[in-house]
């Protein structure tokens, strides 16, 4: 028998969806809400490294997610001068296993919409729209009248996590100081993987391959308010700063035109350093921990953290302090290192230092080549 016979998931995002799909699989009842009327209805691109694959395969939707995204295996980083010379390539690390791509480009409501559908057909009870209102112990309200006593309670529900601030938690994401411009569009057929450029008057510009004719095109720049744009605007504005970009930006660029395929987000980061449970409550994935997309490691990190987490529930008879500190032994020294990593890398860009970036970059593979 598992750990767990009744589980509830709050958050239906990567890490949410991936533990339900798990514990589904294993013969646990699992219910899932989010506030959301529906996670697959907005985003842009997502980068999943090798790791992340794994994990989908666990999953059993990895060769539908690889006919719907766009796989490669070389990086490419080009210089900010008006030909966008390209300085130099790099063979990725497969760290989710010889068998798997270094990388894959999605578009992000995609693969959404690829983990809620293989969570439903495995006998997850799934609820959008509606929200926990109440928590004591293991018994939950909702905002739609009903309630619920589990043995577990999971909270995957993001940055904002309501799990984590009833918990007592008062860990919150903090600024970083960059912000990103996002945008969803044609793919150019010389883009057949990702390039970054560092440098000019965006911190990072880059772009990735997301299926057969898309991409999803990024700027990393100095934070700001950006709310007071509109769509149109903030078109507007993502065009302007990537003129100074070219080679295949300027394909890219002749591509940006729907206002509503853009969007602007800021940085943030935080981990909480100790465990990431109390009693019968556990956070995983970005209510956990969260960094800067600069190493493409946090959609990653929160499947790794539903994978572990249902590994144990599934293996031990009962939850006991032992299972805890297997999980926080295995989750939280792997986890804070990719976002130490992730962090360095924005301070090396907002000192203008020129940091060991390909290292950098290679430590961290090495470390997730490795599972979890």
């Known amino acids: 028998m598992p750990a767990v016979r009744n589980v509830l998931v709050i958050g239906g995002g990567a890490a949410g969806t991936a533990v339900a799909i798990l514990l589904a699989d294993g013969g646990v009842t699992v219910d899932l809400v989010d506030a959301q009327p529906d996670v697959a209805a907005a985003g842009s691109g997502i980068t999943l490294q090798g790791n992340a694959l794994r994990v989908l395969r666990e999953l059993g939707v990895w060769e ?3 006919a719907e995204g766009y796989a490669f295996d070389m990086l490419g980083m080009r210089a900010p001068d008006p030909a966008g010379t390209l ?4 063979t990725g690390v497969r760290t989710g296993g010889e068998d798997l791509p270094v990388t894959l480009g999605m578009y992000r409501p995609t693969l959404a919409r ?3 559908d293989r969570a439903s057909s495995a006998g997850v009870t799934i609820r959008f729209g509606v929200r926990p209102t109440t928590l004591d112990g293991t018994t939950v309200t909702f905002s739609d009248g009903t309630a ?3 043995d577990l309670v999971i909270g995957a529900d993001g940055l904002r ?5 009833q918990l007592g938690i008062d860990v919150e994401p903090q600024p970083v100081g960059m912000g990103i411009w996002r945008a969803f569009t044609r793919r150019p057929a010389s883009v057949t993987r990702t390039d970054l450029v560092y440098g000019g008057p965006a911190y990072i510009a880059g772009y990735c391959p ?9 700027l990393v720049e100095d934070v700001r308010d950006r709310s007071g744009l509109s769509p149109e605007e903030a078109l507007a504005t993502m065009r302007e700063l990537s003129g100074a970009y070219h080679g295949p930006w300027d394909e890219i660029r002749e591509n940006l035109t729907d206002p509503a395929r853009v969007n602007y987000t800021a940085f943030e980061s935080h981990v909480i350093d100790g465990p990431w449970n109390r009693g019968g409550v556990v956070l995983i994935g970005d209510a956990a921990h969260s960094c800067p997309p600069t190493l493409a490691q946090g959609a990653a990190q929160a499947l790794e953290d539903a994978s572990v987490l249902a590994e144990l529930l599934l ?5 006991t302090d032992g299972l805890w500190q297997e999980f926080t032994a295995r989750r939280l020294d792997r986890a804070r290192t990719v976002v130490e990593a992730s962090l360095q890398l ?3 860009l907002l000192a203008r230092e020129r940091g060991d970036v390909p290292g950098l970059m290679a430590r961290v593979a090495d470390l997730v080549a490795t599972p979890a």
């Open 64 to 66: 539908q997610a690889a």
């Open 87 to 90: 300085i130099a390539e790099f």
């Open 114 to 116: 690829i983990l809620v």
């Open 148 to 150: 619920g006593t589990y």
């Open 161 to 165: 996590s309501w799990t984590r601030r």
């Open 210 to 218: 997301t299926g057969a004719d898309t991409l999803y095109a990024y």
């Open 315 to 319: 293996r031990d008879h009962t939850l």
């Open 346 to 348: 924005t301070r090396w």
